[in-house]
Structures are given as structure tokens and as C-alpha cells.
């Protein structure tokens, strides 16, 4: 198999495989937590329903609704009018990957036993899984987002290495912020009626940090339209952010080795040589006559090591 094909080859197989483990994922949460979900709905709809036919509300019914109601918002359950479930396939979806990217919004949560012990197990194998996925789609990203650059930027433009570093890594960051943070955090606060500008740029920075304190979360208000498309669609922007955050931080680190930062704090320097082949390679039929004589000459006995040379 060629390199270049293989170059190609690992990154997309790595997320095929991811996306059909969030698909088994999502399967999975559905199947445990749909009917746990529904049964607490129809537990608050009956006793709405018993505390409306109430002649007269006492405090300590009155006590007892409100904490039921309150545990079922914890889980994400409404008693208002709504027929939105929090376990669909999207949604599940959109859980399962916020699970793995650990950015744990923490507004859905399991009800189940059984979805406990999944969480538990899905999450031990899919956070590693993830930063394979991430590491190897980024590793394949820095040279023609990064060493091409720099290298165009030292041959067309003249600049030395630590210029054209910090020259490339102004114009990334500029791009990054622009592209994942003010135009997403535009879309938000148009789709989402109830957020700010400054309230959907604080959603986009606590999530593609990875921080996910759940106090904005997408597509969580009644009646919202093509929700199933709408958390899709923020499922796939928070794993491309994710990427991109992971491509700025290696591209400092890379910026850090050239100004001489790593190595005046000890630190591993960023490796340039990952996953490039030899710019020459030598082939045997190569070598010539001299090398080839040399090659075949036997040794002169004295360079040959003894024991009488050891000293006693």
C-alpha cells in the first residue's frame, strides 16, 4: 500500500470506526434510558393531574410536587406541555459524543442502572478512543496547515523561521477565532431566541474547551424546529473544534521549539518527522565500486578485539 494512501486511509478509518461507536452508543443509551424517561413523565402528568383535581393544596402536597418536579428537571424531564424526548437517536447522539469528548454538558444525564454501568464502560473505551481519533487527524492536518506554511513563508517571503512561525501562528489563531468562535457564536444567537451574542460566544469557549458547565445547551427549548438536524449538526461542530483547538496547540508547541522555549523549560520538543518518508532512499545496486569493495574486504586481524588486550 502506498504511503500517501495509507496517510489518507488511517485518519478516515479512524472516524468511520468512531462514528459507528457513537451510532452503537447512541443505540444503546436509547434502548436503556426511552423507557426509564417515559415512565417518569407519565408519573408527573398523573400527579399533575392529581394535584389540579385538589379542592384545597395543602403544604405538604404542595412540598412533595415540587420536589418530584424538581428531581425530573434534574434529568432533564419537563412537566410543562412537551413532547420532546432527551433519548431519540440524535440525541443520544449528541450525548454519547459529549460524553467522549468529555465535554459533559451534564443536562442529560442517565436514569438507569443499567445506563450507569454503560456510561461507565462506553466512556473507558471511548475517551481513548477519541484522542486516538483527534491525535491521528492532527498529526496528518500539521503539515499542510502548519510546516507548509512556515516553509512557504521562509522561501517566498524571505523571513527566518522564528518570523515566519509567529507570522503563521497569528494569521491560525485570527482564523480559528473567527471560524469557531464569533461566526458559530453569530448562529447561535440567531437560532437560539433566549441567548446574546456574548452568551452563545461563552457557550462556544466553554465547550471547545472541553469545560461543559451545562448552563447553555443547544436545542433544549419547546418546539424547537429540525432539533434532530440542529444537534447533529453541533455534535459534528464541537468534534471539528475539537481538532482545530488540538491543531493550535500543537502548532504552539512548534512555535515554542523555534524560539527555544521548550528547551529552556526541559520540555519534549514538537516532532517534525512523524509520518514522512526519506527524501532519498538508497538502494542496494546503488553503492559504488569503492563501497562495494569495502564492503566485501576482510578484516585486519588486529583491529579484531582479544582478551590478551584486557588489562589484568
Same mark, same amino acid.
Given at each position: 500500500?502506498?504511503?500517501?494512501?495509507?496517510?489518507?486511509?488511517?485518519?478516515?478509518?479512524?472516524?468511520?470506526?468512531?462514528?459507528?461507536?457513537?451510532?452503537?452508543?447512541?443505540?444503546?443509551?436509547?434502548?436503556?434510558?426511552?423507557?426509564?424517561?417515559?415512565?417518569?413523565? &407519565?408519573?408527573?402528568?398523573?400527579?399533575?393531574?392529581? +394535584?389540579?383535581?385538589?379542592?384545597?393544596?395543602?403544604?405538604?402536597?404542595?412540598?412533595?410536587?415540587?420536589?418530584?418536579?424538581?428531581?425530573?428537571?434534574?434529568?432533564?424531564?419537563?412537566?410543562?406541555? %412537551?413532547?420532546?424526548?432527551?433519548?431519540?437517536? @440524535?440525541?443520544?447522539?449528541?450525548?454519547?459524543?459529549? /460524553?467522549?469528548?468529555?465535554?459533559?454538558?451534564?443536562?442529560?444525564?442517565?436514569?438507569?442502572?443499567?445506563?450507569?454501568?454503560?456510561?461507565?464502560?462506553?466512556? !473507558?473505551?471511548?475517551?481513548?478512543?477519541? /484522542?486516538?481519533?483527534?491525535?491521528?487527524?492532527?498529526?496528518? *492536518?500539521?503539515?499542510?496547515?502548519?510546516?507548509?506554511?512556515?516553509?512557504?513563508?521562509?522561501?517566498?517571503?524571505?523571513?527566518?523561521?522564528?518570523?515566519?512561525?509567529? *507570522?503563521?501562528?497569528?494569521?491560525?489563531?485570527?482564523?480559528?477565532?473567527?471560524?469557531? +468562535?464569533?461566526?458559530?457564536?453569530?448562529?447561535?444567537?440567531?437560532?437560539?431566541?433566549?441567548?446574546?451574542?456574548?452568551?452563545?460566544?461563552?457557550?462556544?469557549?466553554?465547550?471547545?474547551?472541553?469545560?461543559? *458547565?451545562? %448552563?447553555?445547551?443547544?436545542?433544549?427549548?419547546?418546539?424547537?424546529?429540525?432539533?434532530?438536524?440542529?444537534?447533529?449538526?453541533?455534535?459534528?461542530? !464541537?468534534?471539528?473544534?475539537? /481538532?482545530? /483547538? +488540538?491543531?493550535?496547540?500543537?502548532?504552539?508547541?512548534?512555535?515554542? %521549539?523555534?524560539?527555544?522555549?521548550? @528547551?529552556?523549560?526541559? !520540555?519534549?520538543?514538537?516532532?517534525? %518527522?512523524?509520518?514522512?518518508?526519506?527524501?532519498?532512499?538508497?538502494?542496494?545496486?546503488?553503492?559504488?565500486?569503492?563501497?562495494?569493495?569495502?564492503?566485501?574486504?576482510?578484516?585486519?586481524?588486529? &583491529?579484531?578485539?582479544?582478551?590478551?588486550?584486557?588489562?589484568?
Amino acid at each position: 500500500m502506498p504511503t500517501a494512501f495509507r496517510s489518507c486511509f488511517v485518519p478516515g478509518g479512524f472516524i468511520l470506526a468512531y462514528i459507528t461507536y457513537l451510532l452503537l452508543g447512541a443505540l444503546a443509551f436509547s434502548a436503556f434510558e426511552r423507557p426509564v424517561e417515559e415512565a417518569l413523565k &407519565s408519573d408527573l402528568i398523573s400527579l399533575k393531574a392529581e +394535584f389540579l383535581n385538589l379542592s384545597c393544596i395543602n403544604a405538604t402536597a404542595f412540598e412533595v410536587f415540587l420536589e418530584k418536579v424538581l428531581r425530573a428537571n434534574k434529568y432533564g424531564v419537563s412537566v410543562l406541555e %412537551d413532547s420532546r424526548t432527551n433519548w431519540d437517536l @440524535a440525541s443520544s447522539l449528541f450525548f454519547a459524543n459529549t /460524553m467522549v469528548t468529555t465535554v459533559g454538558y451534564g443536562y442529560t444525564t442517565p436514569l438507569s442502572d443499567a445506563g450507569k454501568a454503560f456510561s461507565i464502560v462506553y466512556a !473507558l473505551i471511548g475517551v481513548p478512543f477519541t /484522542m486516538l481519533v483527534l491525535t491521528a487527524c492532527v498529526q496528518r *492536518l500539521m503539515h499542510p496547515l502548519t510546516y507548509g506554511p512556515i516553509s512557504t513563508c521562509q522561501q517566498r517571503a524571505g523571513l527566518q523561521p522564528r518570523a515566519a512561525s509567529v *507570522l503563521h501562528f497569528t494569521v491560525l489563531l485570527f482564523l480559528v477565532v473567527l471560524g469557531f +468562535f464569533v461566526l458559530p457564536a453569530l448562529v447561535f444567537s440567531a437560532i437560539e431566541e433566549t441567548w446574546s451574542f456574548l452568551d452563545a460566544f461563552y457557550f462556544c469557549f466553554i465547550s471547545l474547551c472541553t469545560i461543559g *458547565l451545562g %448552563d447553555f445547551v443547544p436545542a433544549e427549548k419547546p418546539g424547537q424546529k429540525l432539533r434532530a438536524l440542529y444537534k447533529i449538526t453541533v455534535m459534528v461542530y !464541537l468534534f471539528v473544534g475539537l /481538532m482545530v /483547538m +488540538f491543531l493550535v496547540l500543537r502548532t504552539f508547541h512548534k512555535l515554542a %521549539d523555534v524560539h527555544g522555549w521548550t @528547551a529552556f523549560f526541559h !520540555l519534549p520538543t514538537c516532532e517534525e %518527522d512523524e509520518d514522512k518518508e526519506p527524501i532519498i532512499e538508497r538502494e542496494p545496486d546503488d553503492e559504488s565500486p569503492e563501497a562495494k569493495k569495502a564492503s566485501i574486504q576482510p578484516l585486519d586481524p588486529s &583491529s579484531q578485539v582479544s582478551y590478551n588486550s584486557i588489562n589484568r
